[in-house]
């Protein structure tokens, strides 16, 4: 019953996630200031690392840990180096 419920979770998770993920896309591209295109690609590397989180539990590979740790610091410093250049513009003085 564990293992039935566990999985119902996770399939509802990432169908939530891919939904989220669809909506981050389209505020990306329709978004009216590049501020909050930069917080949507945020929100859309969350919730790609927050995706392969689920598919690495659904599927018991520590591959996709990985990834999503990775995925997590570049979101870091993708989103820093932007909202430098969206301050100043420039990223590197």
């Given at each position: 019953m564990t293992s039935t419920i566990l999985s119902l979770?996770?399939?509802?998770?990432?169908?939530?996630?891919g939904?989220?993920?669809c909506?981050?896309?389209w505020r990306l591209i329709k978004g009216?200031?590049?501020?909050d295109r930069v917080l949507a690609?945020?929100?859309l590397y969350l919730n790609a690392m927050l995706m392969l989180v689920t598919f690495g539990i659904s599927t018991s590979q520590t591959i996709y840990?990985?990834?999503?740790l990775v995925i997590g610091l570049l979101s870091?410093?993708?989103t820093a180096a932007?909202?430098?250049?969206l301050m100043r513009g420039e990223v590197i003085e």
């Open positions: 979770a996770i399939s509802t998770s990432q169908l939530v996630l939904i989220a993920m909506l981050s896309c009216p200031r590049a501020q690609l945020d929100s840990f990985e990834a999503a870091f410093v993708a932007l909202a430098k250049f």
